[in-house]
């Protein structure tokens, strides 16, 4: 992919040209345009980068790369010309004998992408054998060999287990050894490793990278991540309401961009704040365990201490128990052992034996607001709840206060009357900001608040959050996986693994060196900006002898 | 618990065999347990339900011209005088070792037990059961399968829209139009209908209706009856019961298979080049059994449970015609042996669909 060697590799002839490219999508009743008027073309062995934001339209480029476009889309205009034949003019049984052979697609999700009845190796040589282009024994030993080159633990017989048996990361990678069957001339990466933890992140993209230069294939890498885009690509292309921002080579565009908007896409990496110690605690947790009925221990011994007006950021990988925590503070998940005492008063553990009152001065923020709301409330009714519910407002007490939370969040009044379906990712996570600031409450628990939405509606999210802090001189306990995030926001840190506490202090003690081993591994594993950051860690991790998470 | 600590001394491989083996046999045992229940609590439920019906056998045999002193003769002659605590407990616990009781006809030198009468019964309404199912169940299958495939296609609608017409008519309905269809097939010619059609029309009609195989429209068939014979006389029946069921399950099929069309594993499939018959035959229909499965046990069951009306039309001796009989002559040990075959059924039936879906879904027959 990169040019690693020093060496510049030979890129070859022209394989894709997408000339003038439209796409619609069907939603309310009516066509609306997705992408508007794309030109893209790609050499032998090149990887071009998309990035955008969501709905930028870059993963439906990608697909309609193929020919394909998902159920309720629709290509309008333009052409596809793929080794110099429009696949969109083509029938569909050669379009058909095309896809997996020569052009194949690795998801984002490969959890839901692999078909959960079918063992991973059935669905690996499937193309291969379907297509008539190798024997079943023959395809068999290849993807064997395919899962050797791409680093998966037992190559010889993780075949044979289905896709719930094995890891998100181990999964991304027998997908990649999927779409590689054929030996394609090109490979269409579709968000590959954002589902996936830093540390396993690395271990992906650094196997993509290697079987893509080692057979040399050409490859679409879609992403909202420039950190990760820089590592793969040899060209970037910015992406915005479907259509192109600009289009350069890697460095050329992490070092100079020419336009705006593509300096905002990283704004939030630049975003920091000045942390504040203070030894008045909110909360603080005690030598807490708690396990899921019978299972084993999900945190062990635990002990965290929140202060009072100020930020604590909880990081780890998925696993290590850091929305185990939120549920144990908010009582959902009575802890089995230990104590949590809340503004110098012993807490019950279990959401029963606490009054309304207590219950009122935590609150929660969930990761996803589609699922964390009521659909059919509207936004009034949503934040009216609590309102009522926990300080018995009613009339023009209770809408003038309505009003104030509104302002508070930055939201416009008009808003009241809306579903939730009706308002956009950042809108939704600010209704439940003020459903909860509506009880008034002395701490929030942030759980991935800001993961699911994009870039730029992230920071404005942190900002809104930071000024309420300093309004109101509400506590956070804000979980979350991603380290600039911490940078954002955080003035302690708390770094946990495999439901244990590594490392807890002050921001700035944590993120410089020395770290402990794993805090270590963590940090090294947030992608940079800087094109050349994959190649120098592995090869400083390779001397170093790290161990490495396995994927 | 005992596995787990076993399994922690062991070395790698047991705990693998172990843990594949185990949740999967634990649910079906635990699912069979849950059967014995809810068949113990049917039974109570059946035998106060009976207990409540008006009437009672002795006054319903001996007319309104007995005196109460044979009334109650006959009655202590059966043990309707014993409380009904007691009688339910002698009846269960016969009917846990097999014992179905004798009838309220028996008498005093003649026994008729419940087992020889429901038997027969029972033997006829199985037949007519596994014969409607071998058809209508691979049909149903087939049908849903090519209309998920072909979805808003003509063939679809067509599908659909016939499956939906012979749902909506009430079975009796069906079963009577089945069999003038048939009777027609001797006497259209003769009709003033057929008369004032022209000529072409009503030959071409006549034509069409010879073609149709001239089914028995009664199904009288007894214990003597050779088994060829026995699938001709019940065909009547069972197409109308074919008609009915089909398109329950039919409709299903295509539903269960429509709604994993959309899953991300489907495109991932077109992705990947496979033909749509491919799409939906291996990637779709393995994860779709369990809707489907759950849906063709209830109609395998309405089969057994729920044909008395087309037994009726036909004339044919199953078990529904012998329970509603005996509903009217008030032989409680009859009534009560059906009912209670009825509701073992539906729940063998649905225990053998949930064993299906676990086998069906890999995530329980393959753990982690």
Same mark, same amino acid.
């Given at each position: 992919m990169k040019n690693n060697s020093g060496i510049a590799r030979e890129k070859g002839t022209d394989l894709l040209q997408v000339r003038d490219l439209h796409v619609e999508g069907f939603s309310d009743e009516r066509w609306h345009p997705i992408v508007r008027g794309v030109d893209l073309s790609l050499k032998r062995g090149e990887v071009l980068g998309l990035i955008g934001e969501s709905g930028a339209g870059k993963s439906t480029i990608g697909l309609a790369a193929m020919g394909y476009t998902k159920p309720g889309c629709r290509i309008t205009q333009g052409s596809v010309l793929f080794d110099g034949v429009d696949l969109l003019s083509m029938t569909e049984a050669r379009r058909r004998r095309l896809r997996g052979s020569r052009i194949a697609y690795v998801a984002q999700s490969a959890a839901a992408w692999f078909n959960p009845a079918h063992r991973l190796l059935d669905q690996t040589v499937e193309t291969a054998v379907a297509h008539g282009i190798a024997s079943r024994d023959k395809a068999n030993s290849d993807a064997i060999d395919l899962y050797r080159r791409l680093q998966l633990p037992e190559p010889e017989s993780i075949g044979f287990r289905y896709p719930h048996q094995v890891s998100g990361g181990q999964l991304q990678r027998a997908m990649t050894a999927m779409a590689m069957a054929c030996r394609p001339d090109l490979i269409v990466f579709d968000e590959p490793t954002t589902a996936l933890d830093v540390t396993t992140q690395v271990e992906v993209l650094a196997s993509i990278r290697r079987i893509v230069e080692d057979f040399n294939t050409a490859a679409i890498y879609v992403t909202h991540d420039l950190a990760v885009v820089a590592q793969m690509a040899d060209r970037i292309m910015v992406l915005r309401h479907g259509q192109t921002v600009e289009e350069a080579d890697t460095r050329q565009m992490l070092t100079a961009p020419a336009q705006e908007y593509t300096r905002t896409l990283w704004a939030v990496r630049k975003l920091a704040k000045p942390e504040v110690q203070t030894h008045d605690h909110i909360l603080s947790i005690d030598n807490v365990t708690a396990a899921y009925a019978g299972r084993v221990k999900v945190l062990v011994d635990v002990s965290i201490k929140v202060p009072r007006g100020r930020t604590v950021a909880v990081v780890g990988e998925s696993g290590s128990g850091k929305s185990t925590l939120a549920r144990v503070v908010t009582g959902l998940l009575p802890a089995m052992s230990g104590s949590i005492s809340f503004d110098a008063k012993p807490l019950p553990l279990s959401l029963k034996e606490r009054s309304k009152d207590l219950l009122r001065r935590i609150q929660m923020i969930y990761q996803s607001p589609d699922s964390a709301l009521n659909p059919r409330q509207t936004v009034e009714e949503i934040i009216a709840r609590p309102l009522e519910f926990y300080l018995g407002l009613k009339g023009q007490q209770r809408d003038r206060r309505i009003a104030e939370l509104m302002h508070m969040i930055e939201m416009d009044e008009s808003f009241l009357d809306r579903l939730p379906g009706e308002l956009s990712g950042g809108q939704k996570q600010r209704i439940c900001l003020a459903r909860a600031l509506a009880a008034n409450p002395e701490l929030i628990i942030c759980d991935e608040v800001t993961s699911a939405l994009d870039q730029i509606v992230q920071e404005e999210m942190l900002t809104l959050l930071m000024r309420l802090q300093r309004e109101l001189g509400v506590s956070y306990i804000f979980i979350t996986h991603d380290i600039a995030t911490v940078r954002a926001i955080a003035d302690e840190v708390v770094v946990m693994h495999q439901g244990k506490v590594v490392e807890q202090g002050l921001k700035t003690e944590i993120l410089t060196p020395p770290h402990a081993a794993y805090t270590e591994l963590l940090l090294s594993s947030v992608p940079e900006m800087d094109p050349d950051w994959l190649t120098t860690l592995l090869a400083r991790r390779k001397n170093q002898g790290i161990a490495s998470a396995a994927g | 618990?005992?596995?787990?600590?076993?399994?922690?001394?062991?070395?790698?491989?047991?705990?693998?065999?172990?843990?594949?083996?185990?949740?999967?046999?634990?649910?079906?045992?635990?699912?069979?347990?849950?059967?014995?229940?809810?068949?113990?609590?049917?039974?109570?439920?059946?035998?106060?339900?009976?207990?409540?019906?008006?009437?009672?056998?002795?006054?319903?045999?001996?007319?309104?011209?007995?005196?109460?002193?044979?009334?109650?003769?006959?009655?202590?002659?059966?043990?309707?005088?014993?409380?009904?605590?007691?009688?339910?407990?002698?009846?269960?616990?016969?009917?846990?070792?097999?014992?179905?009781?004798?009838?309220?006809?028996?008498?005093?030198?003649?026994?008729?037990?419940?087992?020889?009468?429901?038997?027969?019964?029972?033997?006829?309404?199985?037949?007519?059961?596994?014969?409607?199912?071998?058809?209508?169940?691979?049909?149903?299958?087939?049908?849903?399968?090519?209309?998920?495939?072909?979805?808003?296609?003509?063939?679809?609608?067509?599908?659909?829209?016939?499956?939906?017409?012979?749902?909506?008519?009430?079975?009796?309905?069906?079963?009577?139009?089945?069999?003038?269809?048939?009777?027609?097939?001797?006497?259209?010619?003769? %009709?003033? #209908?057929? +008369?004032?059609?022209?000529?072409?029309?009503?030959? /071409? $009609?006549?034509? @069409? =209706?010879?073609? *149709?195989?001239?089914?028995?429209?009664?199904?009288?068939?007894?214990?003597? %009856?050779? #088994?060829? +014979?026995?699938?001709?006389?019940?065909?009547?029946? /069972? $197409?109308?019961? @074919? =008609?009915?069921? *089909?398109?329950?399950?039919?409709?299903?099929?295509?539903?269960?298979?429509?709604?994993?069309?959309?899953?991300?594993?489907?495109?991932?499939?077109?992705?990947?080049?496979?033909?749509?018959?491919?799409? *939906?035959?291996?990637?779709?229909?393995p994860n779709a059994w369990a809707p489907i499965v759950t849906v063709v046990a209830f109609n395998l069951a309405y089969l057994i449970v729920g044909v008395v009306v087309v037994e009726v039309v036909f004339v044919y001796p199953g078990v529904g015609q012998l329970m509603v009989d005996a509903v009217k002559s008030r032989d409680v040990p009859v009534v009560q042996a059906c009912a209670l075959v009825f509701a073992a059924t539906y729940i063998l039936l649905n225990l053998i669909a949930d064993i299906i879906s676990i086998a069906t879904n890999p995530r329980l027959l393959h753990p982690r």
């Open positions: - | 618990m005992l596995a787990k600590r076993a399994a922690r001394t062991a070395d790698g491989a047991p705990l693998g065999i172990r843990m594949r083996v185990n949740p999967v046999a634990k649910t079906v045992l635990q699912r069979l347990g849950f059967g014995l229940i809810t068949l113990f609590v049917v039974s109570i439920i059946i035998f106060s339900a009976i207990a409540m019906l008006p009437g009672d056998f002795a006054k319903a045999t001996l007319g309104q011209s007995a005196t109460p002193e044979t009334v109650a003769a006959l009655q202590h002659e059966i043990g309707l005088d014993r409380p009904p605590i007691q009688r339910y407990f002698s009846w269960i616990g016969k009917m846990a070792q097999g014992d179905f009781g004798s009838s309220f006809a028996s008498r005093t030198g003649y026994r008729r037990t419940v087992a020889e009468i429901i038997a027969p019964r029972l033997y006829n309404t199985m037949f007519l059961a596994v014969m409607t199912a071998l058809v209508a169940v691979p049909l149903a299958l087939g049908l849903g399968i090519l209309a998920a495939l072909y979805r808003n296609s003509w063939f679809d609608r067509l599908v659909n829209t016939v499956t939906l017409t012979t749902i909506s008519f009430p079975e009796f309905f069906v079963a009577y139009m089945l069999a003038f269809l048939i009777i027609s097939r001797d006497t259209f010619a003769g %009709t003033q #209908f057929a +008369e004032s059609l022209p000529v072409w029309l009503a030959v /071409s $009609i006549n034509w @069409t =209706l010879n073609v *149709v195989p001239k089914f028995p429209t009664l199904a009288n068939i007894n214990d003597q %009856t050779p #088994f060829w +014979e026995h699938v001709w006389r019940a065909a009547m029946p /069972s $197409i109308t019961l @074919t =008609l009915v069921i *089909v398109a329950h399950m039919m409709r299903m099929t295509r539903a269960a298979i429509i709604n994993m069309l959309s899953s991300p594993y489907i495109d991932m499939a077109r992705l990947k080049g496979m033909r749509p018959m491919v799409i *939906v035959l291996r990637h779709a229909l």
